[in-house]
């Protein structure tokens, strides 16, 4: 056996590299790779395995095995020694494959005859692409420096991939980037949208993997680390007054920037022939395998630090800076892993659509995406890795899904679903005027939820009554520091000049859970969805209520305004926040500024716990507004961040409707007027439901007032309250199925 040194690892990549320089075409170009490993390696077989579909591998080239078997033989993902390579993404080595863990039996490769076995997984940036495997008669382990030479081989082999150089027939040689791709996501703003890519940022492209003067590259790469170390140091000088959190992050920073390990490694895989771009690469790929793998959050985080951190240093070292020449297109679909609240504005209304391979439903970017009006999947995997710039996409974000590079029949149906759309916007244009009025005389408020300036426009074009929840959390989201009394008076009076005189309803600063202030050092708290957030936060950091709530009163000057506390799990919460309110308008009242015409103060109805509360409590507030996205995922114990559960759970549940119910009797009862505001209240099916239990105010995006007012002008809510409670009394788990066949008929 030849055991591989480094001047042998060197010597395989130069005839790597002359085989793949050749016009030959992709297949005669994989065969002489696995042709040269053997030879290079001293074994007798070398096998590689390349990915047809998400789930199958598909033998496409060999030395050793029946020639036949090419093209024919496949598996799995997790089936046989190769399966279980490209499931986990780890090396196997094996002097004993037959008697080894999942080994699988293929006769038509005539395998068995070999012994040992070294599969090395094929990936580039976490993304996995195939499998290199040799085998050999005699039963032995390969040695540590054998894994390493396979392991820069086939970190060649990913990049030579990418480049297309294995293009032939066959699913598993189709060239990437070209063929059409449907993504699954989780929806996270409604909409439908078309367009072409742009990436948030640009891919690095290393078109030279392999390097003929090791001595240069790694003068290249020191060079770029110094130039990378120099430019964190500066971050980190600039920040030291900053926020806490952000100068973690760029002490995590220099760490790795300073690290002798990451040197290190990158310095062995040059020696064994990489360039210094892909040497970090190399690295980049192994730091997201093992993210992929590691379920706890701090190390992710780390990892993560490491995987920027490998971006600015490939972006140094070729030179493929953000700004790329490329322009954005007239109908751009924004493309990246993930983006913050500030980024997303600047980009504002440009984008058609958005699509995020991480994110949440509850994340920063949903709420500008909604506050945008923007289309918004999220948890898309694989599209940073799968999307180029420019390419023609197609974003649902009603079921969310992504069709890149869609074919004729995707678009034609999907122009359609757009089609219908924007015929059904223009229908609801023409009752944008008239009142959402029930067939049996009942009149419901239909309100827009907002929290931008940006929104404001909508506030007429949408034909609604009022804003009933604008959030405020917005404008501290955005910024690296705490804004100024003074900037949040320009921007409430904004608002409500704005408005011209309609009814805006202004929660207080709604933070922590999924919500936290970029320079507010984050609470490890177990399940922050249950933690110190909103009203809690307020109360304890009384300063900056007190400040947001000056900054109301200066703005309203003189015009009546409306404040609403999120999150009151009792009585008492709002009632000390209440107290607060009344200090406030005492120290500006003598202060001598103009106090509000009237003040109108309540709270938000998120926890099933305030639904209890006292009667005294429903005859002091002035009104109530249920948060229907918290109380639901409280009411049925159910994540909304978690794909899992949350859409088990129907809002149309009898026990959440018959709750919903509870809510509005207690109110009638004191006279406090209620409203409900979520998703579900934009909703046309929901809406009409919530009207029947006896909601008459719902506050939704600005988009769907229209749907919402067209379908509550059609129904008598005492017909559909009839449905729902013989549903409820045959004992149906939801009404949903009574109440869609019953808007059919109607």
Same mark, same amino acid.
């Given at each position: 056996?030849?055991?591989?040194?480094?001047?042998?690892?060197?010597?395989?990549?130069?005839?790597?590299?002359?085989?793949?320089?050749?016009?030959?075409?992709?297949?005669?170009?994989?065969?002489?790779?696995?042709?040269?490993?053997?030879?290079?390696?001293?074994?007798?077989?070398?096998?590689?395995?390349?990915?047809?579909?998400?789930?199958? &591998?598909? %033998?496409?080239?060999?030395?050793?095995?029946?020639?036949?078997?090419?093209?024919?033989?496949?598996?799995?993902? +997790?089936?046989?020694?190769?399966?279980?390579?490209?499931?986990?993404?780890?090396?196997?080595?094996?002097?004993?494959?037959?008697?080894? /863990?999942?080994?699988?039996?293929?006769?038509?490769?005539?395998?068995?005859?070999?012994?040992?076995? &070294?599969?090395?997984?094929?990936?580039?940036?976490?993304?996995?692409?195939?499998? %290199?495997?040799?085998?050999?008669?005699?039963?032995?382990?390969?040695?540590?420096?054998?894994?390493?030479?396979?392991?820069?081989?086939?970190?060649?082999?990913?990049?030579?991939?990418?480049?297309?150089?294995?293009?032939?027939?066959?699913?598993?040689?189709?060239?990437?980037?070209?063929?059409?791709?449907?993504?699954?996501?989780?929806?996270?703003?409604?909409?439908?949208?078309?367009?072409?890519?742009?990436?948030? #940022?640009?891919?690095?492209?290393?078109?030279?993997?392999?390097?003929?003067?090791?001595?240069?590259?790694?003068?290249?790469?020191?060079? *770029?680390?110094?130039?990378?170390?120099?430019?964190?140091?500066?971050?980190? #000088?600039?920040?030291?007054?900053?926020?806490?959190?952000?100068?973690?992050?760029?002490?995590?920073?220099?760490?790795?920037?300073?690290?002798?390990?990451?040197?290190?490694?990158?310095?062995?895989?040059?020696?064994?022939?990489?360039?210094?771009?892909?040497?970090?690469?190399?690295?980049?790929?192994?730091?997201? *395998?093992?993210?992929?793998?590691?379920?706890?959050?701090?190390?992710?985080?780390?990892?993560?630090?490491?995987?920027?951190?490998?971006?600015?240093?490939?972006?140094?070292?070729?030179?493929?800076?953000?700004?790329?020449?490329?322009?954005?297109?007239?109908?751009?679909?924004?493309?990246?892993?993930?983006?913050? !609240?500030?980024?997303?504005?600047?980009?504002?209304?440009?984008?058609?659509?958005?699509?995020?391979?991480?994110?949440?439903?509850?994340?920063?970017?949903?709420?500008?995406?909604?506050?945008?009006?923007?289309?918004?999947?999220?948890?898309?995997?694989?599209?940073?890795?799968?999307?180029?710039?420019?390419?023609?996409?197609?974003?649902?974000?009603?079921?969310?899904?992504?069709?890149?590079?869609?074919?004729?029949?995707?678009?034609?149906?999907?122009?359609?679903?757009?089609?219908?759309?924007?015929?059904?916007?223009?229908?609801?244009?023409?009752?944008?005027? /008239?009142?959402?009025?029930?067939?049996?005389?009942?009149?419901?408020?239909? =309100?827009?939820?907002?929290?931008?300036?940006?929104?404001?426009?909508?506030?007429?074009?949408?034909?609604?009554?009022?804003?009933?929840?604008?959030?405020?959390?917005?404008?501290? &989201?955005?910024?690296?520091?705490?804004?100024?009394?003074?900037?949040?008076?320009?921007?409430?009076?904004?608002?409500?000049?704005?408005?011209?005189?309609?009814?805006?309803?202004?929660?207080?600063?709604?933070?922590?859970?999924? /919500?936290?202030?970029?320079?507010?050092?984050?609470?490890?708290?177990?399940?922050?969805?249950?933690?110190?957030?909103?009203? @809690?936060?307020?109360?304890?950091?009384?300063?900056?209520?007190?400040?947001?709530?000056?900054?109301?009163?200066?703005?309203?000057?003189?015009?009546?305004?409306?404040?609403?506390? !999120?999150?009151?799990?009792?009585?008492?919460?709002?009632?000390?926040?209440?107290?607060?309110?009344?200090?406030?308008?005492?120290?500006?009242?003598?202060?001598?500024?103009?106090?509000?015409?009237?003040?109108?103060? +309540?709270?938000?109805?998120?926890?099933?716990?305030?639904?209890?509360?006292?009667?005294?409590?429903?005859?002091?507030?002035?009104?109530?507004?249920?948060?229907?996205?918290?109380?639901?995922?409280?009411?049925?114990?159910?994540?909304?961040?978690?794909?899992?559960? @949350?859409?088990?759970?129907?809002?149309?549940?009898?026990?959440? %409707?018959?709750?919903?119910?509870?809510?509005?009797?207690?109110?009638?009862?004191?006279?406090?007027?209620?409203?409900?505001?979520?998703?579900?209240?934009?909703?046309?099916?929901?809406?009409?439901?919530?009207?029947?239990?006896?909601?008459?105010?719902?506050?939704?995006?600005?988009?769907?007032?229209?749907? =919402?007012?067209?379908?509550?002008?059609?129904?008598?809510?005492?017909?559909?309250?009839?449905?729902?409670?013989?549903?409820?009394?045959?004992?149906?788990?939801?009404?949903?199925?009574?109440?869609?066949?019953?808007?059919?008929?109607?």
């Amino acid at each position: 056996m030849v055991e591989s040194t480094e001047s042998e690892s060197r010597k395989l990549l130069g005839r790597l590299r002359e085989a793949m320089a050749g016009e030959n075409p992709g297949q005669a170009r994989l065969d002489k790779i696995t042709h040269l490993i053997a030879d290079s390696i001293g074994t007798e077989v070398c096998s590689v395995y390349l990915f047809r579909d998400d789930d199958t &591998l598909e %033998l496409c080239a060999t030395e050793g095995l029946n020639v036949e078997s090419v093209h024919q033989t496949r598996m799995r993902v +997790g089936e046989g020694l190769v399966g279980r390579v490209a499931k986990f993404g780890k090396v196997v080595n094996t002097p004993d494959a037959p008697n080894a /863990k999942g080994f699988r039996y293929m006769p038509e490769t005539g395998e068995e005859r070999f012994s040992s076995f &070294l599969g090395i997984p094929i990936q580039r940036l976490g993304e996995m692409l195939g499998v %290199l495997v040799v085998q050999s008669k005699e039963a032995r382990e390969f040695s540590a420096d054998a894994v390493y030479a396979l392991e820069v081989v086939a970190m060649v082999i990913a990049e030579m991939t990418e480049l297309g150089a294995f293009v032939g027939e066959g699913a598993a040689l189709s060239p990437l980037h070209q063929q059409p791709v449907l993504l699954p996501g989780t929806a996270a703003q409604e909409g439908a949208a078309e367009g072409h890519v742009w990436l948030h #940022e640009p891919r690095v492209v290393v078109t030279n993997p392999i390097a003929d003067d090791p001595e240069r590259e790694l003068v290249r790469l020191n060079e *770029a680390v110094e130039q990378l170390r120099v430019g964190v140091d500066k971050m980190l #000088e600039i920040s030291q007054n900053g926020d806490k959190e952000q100068l973690q992050v760029l002490e995590a920073y220099r760490m790795f920037a300073n690290s002798k390990g990451w040197m290190r490694r990158m310095e062995e895989d040059i020696s064994r022939g990489l360039s210094a771009e892909a040497a970090v690469e190399k690295e980049q790929s192994q730091a997201r *395998a093992r993210m992929s793998q590691v379920q706890d959050s701090y190390l992710r985080e780390r990892l993560s630090d490491l995987d920027d951190l490998s971006n600015r240093l490939l972006r140094i070292l070729t030179g493929q800076g953000a700004e790329t020449g490329a322009e954005l297109p007239d109908d751009p679909i924004l493309v990246a892993r993930n983006i913050g !609240p500030a980024e997303l504005l600047e980009y504002g209304r440009n984008l058609k659509g958005i699509i995020l391979e991480e994110g949440s439903v509850g994340s920063h970017a949903a709420i500008v995406a909604r506050a945008l009006a923007i289309p918004l999947v999220v948890n898309t995997k694989r599209i940073t890795n799968e999307a180029l710039n420019g390419d023609h996409i197609m974003v649902d974000g009603e079921q969310g899904v992504v069709h890149l590079r869609p074919d004729d029949s995707v678009v034609s149906a999907f122009r359609d679903k757009i089609a219908m759309l924007a015929q059904a916007q223009e229908r609801y244009v023409s009752i944008r005027d /008239k009142p959402a009025v029930t067939l049996d005389g009942q009149k419901i408020d239909l =309100v827009m939820n907002a929290g931008l300036m940006a929104d404001l426009p909508s506030l007429e074009g949408s034909g609604a009554e009022g804003v009933g929840l604008f959030r405020t959390e917005l404008q501290f &989201l955005v910024r690296n520091q705490m804004p100024k009394r003074q900037e949040l008076v320009e921007l409430y009076k904004r608002v409500l000049d704005a408005a011209h005189g309609k009814r805006v309803v202004f929660r207080t600063l709604d933070i922590g859970s999924d /919500k936290v202030l970029p320079y507010m050092k984050p609470n490890d708290e177990p399940n922050p969805a249950l933690g110190w957030r909103a009203i @809690r936060v307020g109360l304890d950091k009384p300063g900056v209520m007190r400040m947001q709530l000056q900054a109301l009163m200066r703005a309203a000057n003189g015009r009546p305004l409306t404040v609403m506390f !999120p999150f009151v799990a009792q009585a008492e919460e709002f009632r000390a926040a209440r107290e607060e309110v009344n200090k406030t308008l005492e120290r500006e009242r003598i202060l001598g500024h103009v106090l509000p015409e009237t003040l109108e103060i +309540g709270a938000m109805l998120e926890t099933p716990s305030l639904a209890f509360a006292p009667q005294k409590f429903f005859d002091e507030v002035d009104f109530l507004s249920i948060g229907g996205n918290d109380l639901k995922q409280f009411f049925f114990a159910a994540d909304r961040e978690n794909e899992r559960v @949350r859409k088990r759970y129907d809002t149309l549940n009898v026990s959440f %409707l018959s709750f919903i119910e509870q809510i509005v009797g207690r109110c009638e009862t004191s006279g406090t007027p209620l409203s409900f505001c979520g998703e579900d209240a934009g909703r046309p099916i929901e809406a009409a439901c919530l009207a029947a239990m006896g909601m008459r105010t719902l506050s939704m995006r600005p988009a769907s007032i229209g749907p =919402v007012k067209s379908l509550l002008t059609r129904i008598d809510l005492n017909d559909l309250r009839s449905v729902i409670s013989e549903s409820r009394n045959q004992g149906d788990q939801s009404v949903r199925t009574a109440v869609m066949r019953y808007l059919r008929e109607i």
